[in-house]
């Protein structure tokens, strides 16, 4: 009788039920080996690298980032209050100890203040994105950030409409651009109501020179007390 004991086939006396066992094991087998050529072919291809963007910041800087951005470290009160003026206010980390406005900011990660932040601690957040301010941040910690490969969006407001093109940037970079329009055109519909409260003595000096200026007040930056930080994109600054 022609046999193959290897393969567990005889044609002899070996009865077809030991023949389809076999039949299987070798199935199983094949099915074994197939699956681990395809592991082995899928670990040794490279991994799909992320999708990136670039995007020119308010310093004319050219920034790399990720297509998504799903944490933020603001390093400005003005900018964390845009965060969450935007409805992103889910994907802030981090941010100082001096952003306390809307409410949900006390509760965020603390990085330090705005002129020293910890390097150390905004690491350790693994921020996709840090959004920093010219009037609060130093150019020497915005190349360290860079350093490290994390991304650093610069805004730099000269005036008002330099404040509103900031929440258009910031809008585009957390994907709310839609949110960031309806608040630009809600700024812009408050902002008669607010110089009238200005001439009126209604609306401190700082505030409007801040609101003018599109930048921190220096008394704000040295005293940083409530009043200093009061918001300003909402009904009680703007």
């Not at 933020?72 to 965060?83: C, D, F, G, K, R």
């Not at 206010?89 to 949900?104: A, Q, S």
């Not at 330099?162 to 519909?189: C, F, M, P, W, Y």
């Amino acid at each position: 009788d022609a046999c193959f004991p290897s393969l567990g086939f005889s044609f002899g006396e070996t009865s077809l039920f030991r023949q389809l066992n076999a039949i299987r094991s070798i199935a199983r087998l094949a099915v074994l080996l197939s699956s681990a050529f395809f592991l082995v072919v899928s670990c040794a291809l490279p991994s799909k690298a992320p999708e990136l963007r670039q995007i020119t910041d308010e310093a004319g800087r050219p920034v790399q980032l990720a297509a998504k951005i799903n944490r933020v470290i603001s390093l400005a009160p003005n900018l964390t209050e845009i965060v969450y003026a935007i409805g992103a206010g889910n994907r802030l980390v981090g941010n100082t100890t001096y952003c306390d406005y809307p409410e949900e900011a006390k509760a965020v990660q603390k990085v330090g203040d705005t002129i020293q932040p910890n390097i150390e601690a905004i690491l350790a957040l693994r921020p996709d994105l840090i959004l920093v301010s010219t009037s609060s941040q130093l150019e020497a910690f915005t190349s360290q950030l860079t350093d490290h490969k994390i991304p650093v969006f610069v805004t730099d407001p000269r005036d008002l409409e330099g404040v509103l093109h900031s929440i258009e940037n910031v809008g585009l970079l957390l994907d709310h651009r839609t949110e960031a329009e309806k608040l630009i055109r809600e700024l812009r519909d408050r902002l008669p109501r607010f110089w009238v409260r200005v001439m009126a003595g209604e609306v401190p000096a700082w505030k409007a020179r801040q609101v003018a200026t599109g930048r921190e007040d220096d008394r704000a930056d040295q005293c940083h007390n409530e009043e200093d930080h009061a918001p300003w994109i909402t009904e009680q600054g703007v």
